[in-house]
Structures are given as C-alpha cells and as structure tokens.
C-alpha cells in the first residue's frame, strides 16, 4: 500500500463549503480510481486542510496527487485555495477497525 498526504490553506470561512464539495465530488470521484483503498480529509483549522489517499500501487498514489491537482484547478477555481506540500511513500503500519469502512459525510 502507499500513502499520498496533500496540505493545503484555504480561507478559514470557505472551508466548510470546500469539506462538502470534496465530499460530494473528489471523494467519490476517487473511490471509482483502480487500486483505490481509502481516502480522508482533515479541516486542521484556521483555514489549514491535509488530505490523505491510500493506493495499491505507488503510481496510482501518485496519480491521485494529478487528480487532486486537476480537480482543484477545474472544480475549485472559485475558492482561494494554495497547495502547500504533497508528500508520500509505502505504508509500513496500518490498522483500522472494521466500522471505519462505513464513510464519514461532510
């Protein structure tokens, strides 16, 4: 598995909405990407959002990184939003319950 984290700043009063546009469009947009596993976004406060994707592969990770790209720059050109880093790498320790499978809406 491998990791992909995406940090972002946004106006502090736009985030809400931007929570639920990404829900409504990016997040299910991905989940539909081969290799998918999971996705998570975070509101980190004062207008701080991190994002996370988990792939099969090391390539369709990093293609989620070009999908996030494209879709910001397509979708979001109405919100002042930077990219602020996009790191990633293999996931060498995972856990998680069996109930996080169920989506969290925004």
Known sequence: M???IRTY???PEAADAFMHRVDRDFAEALAQ???FISYQCLDLGNGRIASMT???KAEQSERSNELAHEWITQEMEDVDIHRMGVMGGEVAVSRAK?????PAHH
């Open 9 to 11: 700043r946004i106006d």
């Open 98 to 102: 069996a109930d996080l499978l169920e």
């Open 54 to 56: 988990i792939f099969e």
């Open 33 to 35: 990407e081969p290799g």
């Open 2 to 4: 491998f990791a992909s």
